[in-house]
């Protein structure tokens, strides 16, 4: 047992819910009230004995020095043209945020548009939606503090840089879509809803969709959609290409949605003026994907998984949007997942496929017919612009030791070239020190599954080496190649870093999401345990220096193989993780998960996620203890709650923390003025891997190569 003595917080063994006849205590349900005092009380105490048990690693000022150098490098997003400007975002190095700069031509010399970093003196407050009206004179922001979801939307005028005087509040999960008239924009909000702090764990309801006209005041503005009858329904919003048009999307999970559209030039002629009236082009059922690629009058084309486990391109007449008069652009391909499509020049499209997690790029006509393949390594495209009145496009492609490449293409005939435009420099980082490998596993049922393993190229595989196991396997999300900073770091000073594409994810397509979630929830574990399996066997690692890593989804997945499976790691680390399976959909935007996992609600799928909830799991193994657990959440996540990760320590410090089989530190760390992750400061993120890295130097005798 290690000589840590952990917090002993209060329970309430009366706190006992009946799911279907099962009683299940919860008795610290009141951890679910971030701001209680007991809650705060402790989170204190828990984040003084994980701070100081981190920082009395000797080599902690070590790592967090060489992750800093090694962080310091530009970083570059793609550019794209908006009206007669360029735009990119660039990160000096160790800037908190990346800043929006301007260029009247891709020759001038770039100019601060919008550096967000001005915004607070600590870099918590972070750029997101970004949307320009279409004659390019006005852009229209979403600005977030703390990490949290809740964000506020402002308007800057382009050539004088000056901000409008209006803010619209209480936004959330919201997209940005301009009428081409460029007086207004349509979003949406929660404008019922009293606090907007972004530590509030309390459901989301009743989503209204509202157009506001820039330079009025958010009271002002006009509800144009809503759905009474429904109050966990999401509404996003599309203007199309023309301008004529407005496509409605109504989802209620993280999978599938509804669409609708309505003329504007019909309904909208002397402005928006009141609510719209939809027309129905998928009203009956949640059972596929929709997204808006582009138009040529009324023939539309959206990207689906409709009837195509690897998606495809569909055309839609509006004149006649009936199902049955569909038209395959590009039909289902067995081979291939169609990742993305954009419209582009006029009448042209670009395509991505993935095939086995790497990506292909190609330019075709309206049609589908191909006009030209991109040539790309092995890799990812982690950044594209482009316009369907613009005669040229962006791409950024990136590795696992390729930080990334940014191509221009002149499209405007059949004769294309792509001329290296921008290639990003990492110092103290040499590629050619570093190799990547593509090996296919079996997991238990005999799937072969895909895994990516980065290492140096004078790695021997002789059972020694530390690796980092990194999983996620949820909600449709594929794991691409793509530089991390990191895990590079990782690799350059530690072992190896190993990523496998395990069922629940994207990589392909629907079945393979399908295989890894709900009734199959498992397979997701399973495929990531039988990761593990495979690379002690191979000599990769061993099982007391392998370590497992993942967040939000992933973090469940660490908890729950943690959970089943403590034999066969050295440490696990989750972070912001969905812990508590049986309550998550009561919180915040959590019923939107439902779709991935299931609901205690319903008596089959209590019996699945009873069976793999990650809080209510945590037993004493019958030898041995748990591995080395380090869980990272922060008080301002408003999307997964702090509560899961909260219970889930509270618990099994209870049941392990005093076991002498445990041998190991179960530790977590909370911080503040932090979310979910998106918009977090690169100083926070340099923080946080130096604490775990450090965390691992000290619990699996982790030794950092100088």
Known sequence: MTDMVYPTPAKDDSVVDDYHGTKVCDPYRYMEDPDGEATKAFVDEENKISTAYIESCEDRESIKKGLKELWDYPKYGCPFKKGDKYYMSKNSGLQNQSVLYIQDSLEEEPRVFLDPNLLSSDGTISLGTKAWSHDGKTLAYSLSESGSDWNTIKFKKVESGEDYSESLTKVKFSSIAWTHDNKGIFYSCYMSNEGVTGTEAESLKNQRMYYHAVGTSQDQDVLCVEFPEHPDWLIGSTVSDCGRYLFVTVSQDCKYNLLYFCDLEEQAKEGVKGKLKL?????????????????????????????????????????????????????????????????????????????????????????????????????????????????????????????????????????????????????????????????????????KVPMFITMRKDFVPDGTSPCLLYGYGGFSISLTPSFNIARTYFVKHFGIVAIPNIRGGGEYGEEWSNQGKLANLQNCLTDFQSAAEFLIKEKYTTNSKLIMHGGSHGGMLVGACTNQRPDLYGASIAAVGVMDLLRFQKHTIGYAWVSNYGCSDKPEEFKNLYKISPLHNIRAPATGGYPAVLLLTADHDDRVVPSHSLKYIATLQEVMGKNPNQKKPLLILVDTKAGHGGGKPSSKIIEEYTNMYSFLVKAIDMKLRK
């Open 279 to 447: 027309n129905s082009i998928v009203d009956d059922k949640f059972d596929a994907d929709y997204d808006y690629i582009g138009n040529q009058g009324t023939n539309v084309i959206f990207h689906t998984n409709k009837n195509a486990k690897n998606f495809k391109l569909i055309s839609v007449d509006l004149n006649n949007p009936a199902e049955s008069a569909w038209v395959d652009v590009l039909p289902d391909d067995k081979h291939m997942v169609l990742h993305w499509a954009a419209a582009v020049a006029g009448d042209k499209l670009v395509t991505c496929y993935m095939k086995d997690v790497k990506d292909t790029l190609q330019l075709r006509k309206w049609n589908g017919e191909i006009l030209n393949e991109f040539n790309l390594e092995i890799g990812s495209i982690i950044g594209f612009s482009g316009d369907i009145r613009y005669n040229e496009i962006f791409y950024q492609f990136s590795s696992q030791i390729t930080p990334g490449t940014i191509y221009r293409a002149d499209i405007s005939n059949n004769d294309v070239k792509s001329n290296l435009h921008m290639r990003t420099v990492v110092g103290n980082f040499n590629a050619d020190e570093f190799k990547v490998e593509q090996v296919f596993y079996p997991s238990k049922d005999g799937t």
